[in-house]
């Protein structure tokens, strides 16, 4: 399978902690990225191989992994984290690339 | 600092073609693989097609394959998409993005960074 998938919806009360759960048969063999993106900019990159923090990404951004399963969690969540979350990886092939359908993080 | 720079978009009938244009600057284009990526309104993101290096091979969505076509220019530091037979389904804002490569621990790790700001392709009659 291509496909990845995400919950559209996730929220957060301030300062508390969320997990955004990404889901794809591809991502027993790949790793994950996660992509970061507010209204009317392009996405950055807050973590790459499933648990890699890019510099200057805050250290409450961290990133796991178990069988069919990726995850981005924000522990501590800020004002500023409430954004769409994409997560990426490669297709069964490995030679395409897909991305999830996005979340949208909401923070109370 | 690097910079993505998209250009070509616009308004097109179905069946029509535009061909789309990625400007880089301030990094050794030849080096990195690029890809497009589109989005379409209040939609999320969707890989469109990827392209090495050296230009010799590429690798297309299945909902674009037989239709776009990505290129390269490395003497130009620039990227294309050419689109045919446009559909309205293809209307989206379509962003360049170049394909960061780390290696941590022996391992090596692809991402898209940075991202271009992208540029509007409408597809209507």
């Known amino acids: 399978s291509s496909e990845l998938t995400q919950d559209p919806d996730v929220s957060v009360a301030l300062g508390q902690t969320v997990t955004i759960i990404c889901r794809g048969d591809?991502?027993?063999?790949?790793?994950a990225n996660w992509y970061q993106q507010k209204p009317g900019q392009a996405p950055i990159v807050v973590l790459y191989g499933t648990t890699n923090r890019p510099s200057g990404i805050p250290d409450r951004f961290s990133g796991s992994s178990s069988g069919n399963t990726a995850a981005l969690t924000i522990s501590g969540a800020q004002a500023e984290d409430e954004a769409d979350y994409y997560c990426?990886?490669?297709?069964?092939?490995?030679?395409?690339?897909?991305f999830g359908g996005g979340t949208k993080l909401a923070v109370l | 600092e690097v910079q993505l720079e998209e250009s070509g978009g616009g308004l097109v009938k179905p069946g029509g073609s535009l061909r789309l244009s990625c400007a880089a600057s301030?990094?050794?284009?030849?080096?990195?693989?690029m890809s497009w990526v589109r989005q379409a309104p209040g939609k999320g993101l969707e890989w469109v097609s990827s392209i090495s290096g050296s230009g010799d091979y590429s690798h297309d969505s299945d909902s674009v394959k037989g239709r776009f076509t990505i290129s390269r220019d490395n003497a130009k530091n620039s990227v294309y998409l050419q689109m045919n037979s446009l559909r309205a389904e293809d209307t989206a804002v379509y962003s360049c993005?170049?394909?960061?490569?780390?290696?941590?621990?022996?391992?090596?790790?692809?991402?898209?960074?940075?991202w271009g700001q992208g540029t509007l392709v409408t597809v209507s009659s």
């Open positions: 301030q990094f050794s284009f030849s080096t990195y693989h």
């Open positions: 993005a170049r394909e960061e490569v780390v290696c941590t621990n022996g391992i090596c790790y692809s991402y898209f960074d940075p």
């Open positions: 591809s991502l027993r063999t790949y790793y």
């Open positions: 990426h990886s490669r297709d069964s092939s490995g030679n395409r690339w897909v």
